[in-house]
């Protein structure tokens, strides 16, 4: 018997996931509550699209993670997200039985792309463009993005929202390798991701999560949203996806945590370590 070309199948896989089928024919009957899908089947979700990713080089150009960019970019971007991420992946509220595995790292990509814009894929699995890299000017900023998208992701925001795209069972099927029937083929399931639009009231219970897990996790200033927010030309790709609600700028700048206190910290070296880590670099 003569071994599987591994070649051949990864070429299967980003066939398959190319031709899954978008949101314009959702089915709203499924047989899989939200409820029901494991940690381990969100991260095998998030492993396949990550894969696809990773292939489909015409949709996602990534940096590599090379010289000079991994000792900078992806050294800074990892060291926030690890940060921020450190207590979903102890996971200690779970049941045993249903746990991320906290000795895996939940990797940062950063994306080529003049696109303003940021996701999160199931398991943690994190993509931020350079575009949106270039607009924000201190790790604060960038802590506040990579806290928000985990929290999606963690809280189960990510998936309901997707299960309302593509039906639970056909996602079940998607992770077990069995191509599902009917609906409208031409967008992958990576595309759909990386332009997964969330509703106002949404991204307003994520901002107050995400405040409390930033004070909770960090000396950073909980308001790193707030530079993004005041930019004059902020209608851009992340914000189109994650739209503000009514009175955003008071409500962050008001709202209580349940923490012990949070910091004020903006960026780590005097110098200005994301203009040296980042902007230097791109």
């Known amino acids: 018997m003569t071994n ?10 980003i066939v398959f996931l190319l031709t899954l089928f978008s949101a314009c024919t959702k089915q709203p009957e499924t047989s899989v509550a939200p409820s029901e899908f494991t940690k381990e089947q969100r ?48 996971d200690n509220h779970s049941p045993t039985s249903n746990r ?70 056909a996602l079940v099927d998607i992770i077990n390798g069995n191509p599902s029937p009917g609906g409208q083929q031409g967008q992958s399931i990576a595309q759909i991701l990386s332009t997964l639009t969330f509703d106002s ?31 004059v030309d902020n209608n851009f790709e992340w914000f189109t996806y994650r739209p503000s609600y009514s009175n955003r700028h008071q409500l962050i700048t008001i709202t209580d945590v349940e923490s012990d206190g949070c910091g004020s910290l903006h960026t780590n070296f005097q110098s200005g370590g994301y203009k040296r880590y980042v902007l230097d670099r791109l």
């Open 201 to 231: 009231d949404e991204v307003w219970e994520n901002d107050i999560i995400t405040a409390e897990s930033i004070c909770n996790t960090s000396k950073w200033d909980r308001k790193g949203i707030l530079p993004l927010l005041n930019d």
């Open 4 to 13: 599987a070309n591994p070649r051949l199948s990864a070429i299967m896989l």
């Open 100 to 169: 991320w595995d906290f000795n895996r790292e939940w990797p940062v990509t950063v994306l080529v792309s003049d696109e303003r814009n940021a996701f999160v894929l199931p398991g943690g699995f994190i993509y931020i463009t350079t575009g949106l890299l270039q607009t924000m000017t201190e790790e604060y900023e960038a802590y506040y993005i990579l806290s928000f998208e985990a929290n999606l992701m963690n809280e189960g925001t990510l998936l309901n929202r997707l299960i309302s795209e593509i039906n639970s069972d």
């Open 43 to 90: 991260l095998e979700l998030g492993e396949l699209i990550r894969s696809a990713i990773a292939l489909d080089q015409d949709n996602f150009e990534i940096l590599p993670k090379a010289p000079p960019y991994d000792t900078s970019i992806y050294f800074l971007l990892q060291s926030l997200y690890n940060q921020a991420t450190n207590a979903m992946r102890v």
